[in-house]
T-cell receptor, first 112, second 113 residues
Framework: TQLLEQSPQFLSIQEGENLTVYCNSSSVFSSLQWYRQEPGEGPVLLVTVVTGGEVKKLKRLTFQFGDARKDSSLHITAAQPGDTGLYLC????????????FGKGTRLHILP | SQTIHQWPATLVQPVGSPLSLECTVEGTSNPNLYWYRQAAGRGLQLLFYSVGIGQISSEVPQNLSASRPQDRQFILSSKKLLLSDSGFYLC????????????FGEGSRLTVL
């Protein structure tokens, strides 16, 4: 059973377009992280969200934590080829000893 | 600033041979340390984590083991590799009071033939 579902699995869009990827669960998280991973490298932390409804912005990336702290979204405005990569969400589970679980990721490809 | 380094970056080993992957962290004390395996289409699977020297918790039964001989050193080992052990292995650390934020090493690509 996959506790954190990410969608879509794959996304290929043209440079300049906007996109949103999702991270959903039936579990509640005390915190949720987004990472970006390049091929052959380790994931790099982009952001942590903690409060239900919280919105954080990182340049053209906007991250939102769901009100119930069960889901999150990542919106990219005016995507650029440098945004290409695997985007992973991870959640720190409440009532499970703060165990961290990962989604399978969204593989994003921005076409120049 | 904190850094994490793991090696080797790439490893090709025959079935039945031993394995040793090493990870070190600099610039922090008493970190939580983790070993993950990443397989295509399956996401990151937690293998081991450690909250201190000599303290190892295993998440899944397997023929791998982990050790933490020093505060900032984490080693992943196997006595006899299986084909199914192939994958991308990632070491990570977090602060002592777990915020959920993980900082990963560069990864080690293991191919078992």
């Amino acid at each position: 059973t996959q506790l954190l579902e990410q969608s879509p699995q794959f996304l290929s869009i043209q440079e300049g377009e906007n996109l949103t990827v999702y991270c959903n669960s039936s579990s509640v998280f005390s915190s949720l992280q987004w990472y970006r991973q390049e091929p052959g490298e380790g994931p790099v932390l982009l952001v942590t969200v903690v409060t239900g409804g919280e919105v954080k912005k990182l340049k053209r990336l906007t991250f939102q934590f769901g009100d119930a702290r069960k889901d999150s979204s990542l919106h990219i405005t005016a995507a650029q080829p440098g945004d290409t990569g695997l985007y992973l969400c991870a959640g720190q589970m409440v009532n499970r000893d703060d165990k961290i679980i990962f989604g399978k990721g969204t593989r994003l490809h921005i076409l120049p | 600033s904190q850094t994490i380094h793991q090696w080797p970056a790439t490893l090709v080993q025959p079935v039945g041979s031993p394995l040793s992957l090493e990870c070190t962290v600099e610039g922090t004390s008493n970190p939580n340390l983790y070993w993950y395996r990443q397989a295509a289409g399956r996401g990151l699977q937690l293998l081991f984590y450690s909250v201190g020297i000599g303290q190892i918790s295993s998440e899944v039964p397997q023929n791998l083991s982990a050790s933490r001989p020093q505060d900032r050193q984490f080693i992943l080992s196997s006595k006899k590799l299986l084909l199914s052990d192939s994958g991308f292995y990632l070491c990570a650390w977090s602060v002592t009071v777990n915020t959920g934020e993980l900082f990963f090493g560069e990864g080690s690509r293991l191919t078992v033939l």
